[in-house]
């Protein structure tokens, strides 16, 4: 089947997944919060108006600030000093992300993005194995940083504007994007590829990209990745066009499969940080270390011991 277009138009900007359910859950805890106190209020007005007298002016207060200072009930992170205190950071990553984040054949975390962890716990608290990992799944990647279960994010998440309204970013450690792999040895380039068909994942952002560098080629939706490698394996399609860093996990584990040299869109992967001034410490912390491992080249150097491009 064809894979449908999808307009471009980013004006209304909607927030992502994550967000959405972050939002409905503060809204219904702010719901349960109020419900609650408006029945200690009804049972103090009749039996304790004394009581009920004080109740009124907190409640006063806790509505001025939900309303008008943005205060939800999710907990806070823990700013540098607690960090410090404690000890070790806590790192949501992913563990099925080959090769940003998976387990090799002992159960081990690795990957460039566990690299990473491990480096900033050097840098931020002076001495090593200092750090819990705690796989998570897309949805939770900025929940869990919001809800004070983790300390940052290195999960493979793409820095966008809608996301920065929720959570900090870091400078970027690693350039995503779009990239089309292919076993097929005639095609070479995005003219190769006119009139042929091309696997997109349905509902994303690619089918709008792949429209524009490889206007003649027939789009074919599929629903996962594993469905795009059957459909390749099989002839069905030529190519598939997708993330670079997870399409790079194929070629190492498919030998017979090569990405195109030229990217399709670049996307910025950023180390997820809680916001609020009391942050601030923490977040210049790792933009520092960060832009240091960029400068002398140890990012670049990991990204290529890994097989990113």
């Given at each position: 089947m064809?894979a449908?277009?999808y307009?471009?138009?980013?004006?209304e900007?909607?927030?992502?997944?994550?967000?959405n359910c972050l939002?409905?859950?503060?809204t219904?805890?702010?719901?349960?919060?109020?419900?609650?106190?408006?029945?200690?209020?009804?049972?103090?007005?009749q039996?304790?108006?004394?009581a009920?007298?004080?109740?009124?002016?907190?409640?006063?207060?806790?509505?001025?600030?939900?309303?008008?200072?943005?205060?939800?009930?999710?907990?806070?992170a823990?700013?540098?000093?607690?960090?410090?205190?404690r000890?070790?950071?806590?790192?949501?990553?992913?563990?099925?992300?080959?090769?940003?984040?998976?387990?090799?054949?002992n159960?081990?975390?690795?990957?460039l993005?566990?690299?990473i962890?491990k480096?900033?716990?050097?840098e931020?608290?002076?001495?090593?194995?200092?750090?819990?990992?705690?796989?998570v799944?897309n949805?939770d990647?900025l929940?869990?940083?919001l809800?004070d279960?983790?300390?940052l994010a290195?999960?493979?998440?793409t820095?966008?504007?809608?996301?920065?309204?929720?959570?900090?970013?870091?400078?970027?450690?690693?350039?995503?994007g779009?990239?089309?792999?292919?076993?097929?040895?005639?095609?070479q380039?995005?003219s190769?590829?006119a009139?042929?068909?091309v696997?997109?994942?349905n509902h994303?952002?690619t089918?709008?990209e792949v429209?524009?560098?490889?206007?003649?080629?027939?789009?074919?939706?599929?629903?996962?990745y594993?469905?795009a490698?059957?459909q390749?394996?099989?002839?069905?399609?030529?190519?598939?066009?997708?993330?670079?860093?997870?399409?790079?996990?194929?070629?190492?584990?498919?030998?017979?499969?090569?990405?195109?040299?030229?990217?399709?869109?670049?996307?910025?992967?950023?180390?997820?940080?809680?916001?609020g001034?009391?942050?601030?410490d923490?977040?210049r912390?790792?933009n520092e270390?960060?832009?240091?491992?960029?400068?002398k080249g140890?990012?670049?150097?990991?990204?290529?011991?890994?097989?990113?491009?």
């Amino acid at each position: 089947m064809k894979a449908e277009v999808y307009s471009t138009d980013r004006s209304e900007d909607k927030l992502p997944r994550e967000a959405n359910c972050l939002e409905k859950k503060n809204t219904y805890m702010r719901q349960k919060f109020f419900f609650s106190s408006f029945i200690l209020y009804s049972n103090l007005r009749q039996f304790a108006p004394k009581a009920c007298t004080y109740l009124t002016l907190i409640l006063s207060a806790t509505i001025f600030c939900y309303s008008f200072l943005g205060i939800g009930l999710t907990a806070s992170a823990a700013t540098m000093p607690e960090i410090q205190r404690r000890g070790y950071l806590k790192i949501a990553v992913k563990d099925n992300l080959r090769p940003l984040a998976f387990k090799d054949a002992n159960g081990n975390l690795q990957g460039l993005e566990i690299d990473i962890a491990k480096r900033l716990t050097e840098e931020l608290l002076d001495k090593d194995n200092a750090v819990k990992l705690q796989p998570v799944i897309n949805r939770d990647r900025l929940s869990v940083v919001l809800d004070d279960k983790v300390d940052l994010a290195i999960a493979r998440v793409t820095a966008t504007e809608s996301r920065a309204r929720l959570v900090s970013f870091s400078v970027p450690y690693y350039f995503d994007g779009t990239v089309l792999i292919t076993k097929d040895a005639s095609v070479q380039k995005f003219s190769d590829l006119a009139k042929r068909k091309v696997a997109v994942l349905n509902h994303s952002s690619t089918i709008a990209e792949v429209r524009y560098y490889v206007p003649n080629a027939e789009l074919v939706g599929v629903n996962s990745y594993e469905e795009a490698r059957q459909q390749i394996e099989s002839n069905a399609v030529t190519a598939f066009a997708a993330d670079t860093s997870v399409l790079s996990g194929w070629v190492q584990q498919y030998p017979q499969y090569r990405l195109l040299p030229t990217k399709l869109s670049t996307a910025p992967l950023s180390v997820v940080m809680p916001k609020g001034l009391q942050y601030d410490d923490l977040r210049r912390q790792i933009n520092e270390a960060i832009a240091l491992y960029t400068a002398k080249g140890w990012l670049k150097e990991r990204a290529k011991y890994w097989g990113l491009p």
